[in-house]
């Protein structure tokens, strides 16, 4: 099977497909194979401008289409997205490395916020509430914004997309949306998919391209009034100084240094599971992979032998393989960043357990594959205790007591996501009520959240604003307060009240 029918992508403006501009293009690599897929087009400011402008016009007439309307064709996005699951998950495998099992999991999460999404096409709650004048009546109701610009990174490439333009296209919005250059295939897909759910032109654009260069541009444009950005901190920041300046609503996701807690209580078998699944599975590329384990120190030696066990029996390569349990790193600089925080590890004193290279032998020598790691003795103040790495590498963190855990994974820049493995319900729930992040699980590792329920976190992981769930309605519409005064006389609020 052919899955990808075209060798050179284009964007998607005012509902047709257009090289950019530049006439410039990427190669767009798998990373398990290093083969060329597909080339992408690098666009310029010019095509950010058009698909601004598109945007804006179509915006204006789908803002009046009753939202049970628009979430029609949300509808439809959904079933495309569910009668071609399998051809999306395949491509996604192919263009982010992600084992096929989880691409395919990843397609559903799209799916379920697509039929999530559309059923706000009957919701889209506001409030009434009474006036405190006579015959004057009170409500607010969820305007669109307007234009809004979605930045959406590789290691969710399908997923992320639909939290983002989903919610903000139901709420009546028109998108301007800048895919990551590594993993463009999916946005050519969903694009392609909205196209087919009878989308009005224009509603939807894709510009590809850098963030130096398209990204800027988006925020430079007046009428993009909301940034929603995924990716890493460093960008984000930049991102939300420049909106700052102009007075643009910026939603950001930038990562985690996600904690899991394993306390002497704990069913190790599962904590063991539990562990592995959300570090290593992704290879680690998720926001909100594992990466430091606070254990009791009476179960530390155990966790350890077990883990070390587990970690030998993952099988690595190429993600379309049913077997393989952990797929490549996205490109060879994400390899070296993982590479040079293993030497960091090294030198602050943390003991390498398992792992820490770069596989390089046989047919890991046809990608950019790196050894599930493991450290352990990793004091929290330490840099592999404190900054993102985004890759297959776990740091254990001996300690003697619940409070001492709970103050460790708080101790870092992010909140994104946190886990306890306990069997003392006492303190399940001063641990849900302690974490210092956006997500907790209990007796369950960091990742795996589900789409109707708020996706972000506190401090650096955010600012404020969250993915997913009725809460990403905050982020693409205005609150707007309306009165209506059927008395037929002048009546002034907080004055004209006996
Ligand atoms: C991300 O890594 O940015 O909870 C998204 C999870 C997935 C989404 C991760 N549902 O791990």
Known sequence: MNL???????????????????????AVTNPATLE?????????ESDVKSATEAAKKAQKQWALVPAPQRAEVLYKVGLIMKERKEKLSQLLTMENGKVIEEARGEVQEGIDMAFYMAGEGRRLFGQT???????????????????????????????????????????????????????????YELAGIFEEAGLPKGVLNVVFGSGSEVGESMIDQNDIRVISFTGSNEVGRGIAAKCGQRLKKVSLEMGGKN???????????????????????????????????????????????????????????????????????????????????????KEEGAKLLTGGYIMENGNHKKGNYFAPTLFTDVSPEMRIAQEEIFGPVVSLIPVKSFEEAVEINNSVEFGLSSSIFTRDVNRVFAAQRDLDTGIVYVNAGTTGAEIHLPFGGTKGTGNGHRDSGVAALDVFTEWKAVYVDFSGKLQRAQIDVE
Not at 11 to 20: D, K, L, P, T, Y
Request: hydrophobic letters at 45%; aromatic letters at 6%.
């Open 129 to 187: 509430t009474p006036s405190e004048l006579k015959d004057k009546f009170a409500m607010s109701v969820r305007a669109p914004v307007g234009v809004v610009g979605i930045i959406t990174p590789w290691n969710f490439p399908i997923a992320i997309a639909t939290w983002k333009s989903f919610p903000a296209i139901v709420a009546g919005n028109a998108v301007v949306w800048k895919p990551a250059t590594e993993t463009p295939i999916m946005a």
């Open 4 to 26: 990808l029918q075209v060798k050179q992508l284009k964007n998607f403006i005012n509902g047709s497909w257009v090289e950019a501009s530049t006439g410039d293009t990427a």
């Open 259 to 345: 904690g899991v807690i394993v306390m002497d209580d704990a069913d190790l078998d599962l904590a063991v599971e539990g562990i592995l699944w959300s570090a290593y599975g992704t290879s680690g590329q998720r926001c909100t992979a594992c990466s430091r384990v606070m254990v009791h120190e009476k179960v530390k030696d155990e966790l350890e032998e077990r883990l070390q066990r587990e970690i030998a029996k993952l099988s690595i390569g190429n993600g379309l393989d049913e077997t393989i349990k952990v797929g490549p790193i996205i490109n060879r600089s994400g390899l070296e960043k993982i590479q040079n925080y293993i030497r960091i590890g």
């Open 36 to 44: 060329t897929l597909v080339h992408v087009p690098l666009s310029s």
